[in-house]
């Protein structure tokens, strides 16, 4: 093992920063090989930190000059190690110019100021303005910013930065300048610039006050057809947050600026927001139904960073969950409003709540599980997780389950009255709740310090001659690194109870007159027993409605029980709950038959007589019905396993989905029928939900893979007006013996060959199909439109297989994981952000069969021992192998 780990920082090793920033002004000399950058800024000393000297954090950076107050420092005037630049001094107030030189043509990591087709992008989160300029880069460090951009007029037509253009001209060189002002202060890690050959869509915009905002979405030339989409997201986002929080925009100008190299989703940059080309480029031709709603909800989530991390930002990266989890909330709950029906907002909490289950919930049980606020970490960009943004915001639903929508706001007004302007702490956002609804929570900080997805475990008793029922709860939290023993949660389980004919029953408990159908019981001790009267009928639980606490809910329900919630309860979510449970339990039997040579795999009349009636209800919306029939993915059912076999899993899925499709094949048929769209195509609910019913029914019969299903996927391939009916078209073919599917494979590629988030499709459906393995992988790697170094184009194929492959992946002959080690150390040389999210691929190796595990560990091994690791890639490693 090499020992030249970098060190851990710690959360209670906070201190605050010996000198604020109040001004920055900037200048760049864009040039790719040799951009020049003039920093001046105005330093006060603070007095609540107890060192002499202003610190200054730099990366990668060729330092030209300092001057303090006008004063030339030489080198024994600072101290220069490690990336922090030191500079003893005591004074109040200092001006302080740095000049650094920097190659932004040769920054592959995406971090810093980069080139990307050309054109120059930043990405500053959450420490890549380090690779700017010296500065104190640490999110408590709020200043003003102006910024000069100088460069060549045909190369840089366009030159952005936060906030107002002031003035624009010619340099009479052949370049030109821009000069931009931000009126309110942030942390380094918000600022952004842009400059390059873009065109733009733009619109202005009435705003609640009366105020008019202009609007732009920038892109490449040949993409102004593709930008409708984000810039309708962006007005209604900007709409949402006024009506539902009271918050408008603050600036005159917001911008959307699409690129094509990019680490994340986007980047709420003030003013100047940067988005990777996948969630702002759309139209029917390239984009699908899931791209439309990814688009709208990751433009509403960057917009909604405007007031959540922005205007309220973070005191340290500790504290990330309090401006992602709160975020990921709002847009959840936009999405869900841009739904609007009842039925639509029970299918997006369902999405929501699969990725919590697929990929939140492994990573709380594994190497690299932390709580929703970490106490330490070694490299902050591994700490964007699902925990952070999606299991935070989890935590901020409860709040609202617990103190209801209207207690929410007046918690939010109150955080937004004492803190507009700084930069605080998780417990700041619960303080606000709790003050403002006169609440105790204190209870509820474990939530933030505790690692694990607690289960609550639920017994009832049924009396009938005192007509009361007795429900139960204990809960138990397994350990995670460094939390041997867990204190007990407080969590709100919302429970219901339905009668003999499936109806809400009213709730008679202690406490609560007005009987409800719905109460939400707050579990607070390990276990408590809540006891309801006036039961007249033995009844049948609905737990966790609508999942109102990240758990796993353990309760000993009948098959029957099961079958009655699917059909009956008034809860949408835990009707498919219920469906889920029944599809858990046969594919998990299924699995273990299958891991026994000699017991044949049998059907199930029960549960497929279930899916029938769900599958034919059509007073159920379309999108809700396509939610029930399709079954728990193969990483769901592996959690459930002591001891994981993907190859048993993959076996038991297949056959479910096999009989299934047998056994349903004419409601398959007639709900295909039945569910087409005609007319042009439009991304709204109601007509997505369709195809993604009738899609379902496609990929069902797909699986019988006879001539009839591979008519159907090609007739369907070959009349698509819409890429959603053609990637599910190419999806069916590519994984059947279907004649067209080589033909088919290669017609959209050159199709589609100018379109390189299409292109993100194809090798993705690739990686992904059934018959693809890693020679397959490695054959679509030297095809002339793959590049590593491209993250989207990486991810689609390198991440698609190691992640969206699971039988291939886990290949018995360790293949997959030499493959998965092979490209680690290569990506890491490139980019050790994109290198350290692959490097999680082997999370969980020690949950497989111990044939599987040597070889996991062997490539793990292979990874660590590798002599120039990024301290991502170091970190997620040496905690996996730990
Ligand atoms: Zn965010």
Redesign the pocket.
């Known amino acids: 093992m090499r020992t030249d780990t970098s060190p851990a920082i710690y959360r209670k090793d906070y201190t605050p920063p010996s000198y604020w920033v109040r001004t920055v002004e900037m200048g760049f000399d864009l040039d790719p090989s040799a951009t020049r950058v003039a920093t001046r800024m105005t330093l006060a000393r603070n007095p609540a930190s107890a060192e002499q000297a202003i610190v200054l954090h730099g990366e990668e950076l060729e330092l030209v000059q300092i001057r303090l107050n006008g004063k030339n420092l030489a080198k024994r005037d600072y101290k220069l190690v490690d990336g922090l630049l030191r500079i003893p001094t005591k004074a109040e107030e200092i001006t302080l110019e740095i000049e650094t030189l920097i190659r932004p043509d040769k920054n592959t990591s995406l971090m810093g100021l980069y080139v990307s087709n050309g054109n120059f992008f930043t990405q500053c989160e959450a420490e890549g303005f380090r690779k700017i300029t010296y500065f104190p880069d640490r999110p408590d460090v709020m200043a003003q910013y102006t910024v000069m951009l100088r460069g060549d007029k045909k190369k840089y037509p366009v030159l952005l930065s936060n906030g107002n253009l002031i003035e624009q001209g010619d340099l009479g060189d052949g370049r030109h300048y821009a000069l931009w002002e931000d009126p309110f202060k942030k942390p380094s890690y918000l600022f952004a610039l842009v400059a390059g050959q873009l065109v733009c869509q733009e619109q202005t915009e009435k705003l609640k006050s009366g105020r008019e905002a202009l609007l732009q979405v920038w892109v490449e030339e040949g993409n102004l057809d593709k930008t409708q989409h984000a810039m309708d997201s962006l007005v209604n986002s900007i709409h949402w947050d006024e009506e539902r929080y009271g918050l408008e925009l603050d600036l005159d100008r917001f911008m959307i600026v699409a690129v094509g190299d990019f680490n994340m989703g986007a980047m ?1 940059n003030k003013g100047l927001n940067i988005f990777n080309t996948k969630f702002v480029l759309a139209n029917p031709r390239i984009a699908t139904d899931t791209d439309y709603a990814n688009i709208e909800a990751v433009v509403g ?2 917009y909604f ?1 405007n007031w959540t ?1 922005n205007r309220v930002t973070c005191r340290d990266w500790f504290q990330l969950s309090l ?2 989890g709160l ?2 909330f709002r847009d959840q709950e936009f999405s869900a409003d841009m739904i609007g029906t009842d039925s639509g907002r029970a299918v997006k909490r369902i999405d929501d709540v699969r990725v919590l289950r697929q990929a939140q919930f492994p990573e709380d049980a594994g190497p690299m599980a932390h709580p929703v606020r970490p106490d330490s970490f070694v490299e902050i960009s591994n700490f964007y997780t699902v925990t952070i ?1 999606e299991k935070g915001a989890e935590v901020v639903r409860m709040y609202q389950t617990l103190l209801g929508r209207d207690g929410f706001c007046k918690g939010m007004d109150l955080y937004f009255e004492r803190h507009d302007g700084r930069a605080v702490e998780c417990d700041d956002f619960r303080a606000a709740m709790m003050d403002a609804n006169g609440r105790d929570l204190t209870q509820f900080e474990r939530w933030y310090s505790q690692a694990g997805t607690p289960r609550v475990k639920v017994t009832t008793s049924y009396d009938a001659d005192k007509q009361t029922y007795d429900i139960t709860l204990a809960q138990s939290c397994p350990p995670t690194p460094g939390q041997a023993k867990k204190q007990p949660f407080h969590i709100p389980v919302a429970i219901g109870l339905l009668d003999g004919k499936g109806r809400d029953m009213p709730l008679s408990l202690k406490g609560h007159s007005d009987q409800p159908t719905t109460l939400v019981l707050e579990l607070t001790a390990t276990q408590q027993t809540f006891h309801f009267t006036n039961v007249t009928e033995q009844p049948v639980p609905s737990l966790l409605r609508n999942f109102s606490a990240p758990v796993v809910l353990d309760y000993d329900y009948s098959d029957a029980d099961l079958a009655f919630l699917m059909a009956h309860d008034s809860d949408a979510f835990n009707r498919w709950e219920a469906g889920q449970r029944l599809a858990t339990r046969r594919l998990l039997a299924l699995t273990e038959a299958a891991q026994q040579a000699d017991s044949p795999l049998s059907v199930d009349v029960a549960l497929s007589a279930s899916l029938r009636a769900s599958l034919n209800d059509v007073a159920l919306d379309p999108a809700f019905r396509e939610t029930v029939l399709t079954l728990p993915a193969e990483t769901v059912i592996a959690e459930q396993m002591e001891v994981i076999d993907p190859q048993a899993i993959h076996t038991a899925r297949r056959f479910l989905r096999l009989s299934l499709a047998k056994d349903l094949r004419q409601d398959f048929s007639r709900v295909y029928a039945a569910n087409q769209t005609d007319g042009p195509y439009s991304p709204d609910a109601a007509s997505s939900g369709k195809r993604a019913l009738k899609n379902l029914a496609l990929s069902y019969l797909a699986e019988l893979d006879d001539a009839d299903a591979h008519t159907l996927a090609q007739a369907q391939y070959d009349s698509a007006n819409n890429m959603t009916d053609r990637m599910a078209a190419l999806a069916a073919l590519a994984n059947s013996q279907a004649p067209g599917r080589a033909a088919a494979l290669a017609k959209f590629y050159s199709d589609f060959e100018q379109e390189p988030l299409v292109i993100d499709k194809w090798f993705s459906l690739q990686a992904m199909a059934r018959t693809t393995d890693v020679a397959a992988v490695q054959t679509l790697m030297k095809h002339p439109a793959f590049s590593i170094k491209n993250p989207n184009r990486a991810r689609s194929l390198i991440f698609s297989f190691c992640n969206g492959n699971p039988s291939r992946f886990h290949a018995a002959d360790g293949s997959g994981y030499a493959f998965w080690a092979e490209q680690v150390i290569a990506l890491d040389a490139i980019n050790p952000q994109v290198a350290a999210r692959l490097a999680r691929s082997l999370d969980r190796w020690r949950k497989y069969a111990p044939a599987l595990q040597e070889k996991m560990r062997a490539a793990l091994q292979q990874v660590a021992d590798t002599a120039k690791l990024s301290k991502d890639t170091r970190e997620v490693v040496g905690k996996s192998l730990a």
């Open positions: 709420e989530h960057e960073h991390g401006k992602e975020t990921v943004y």
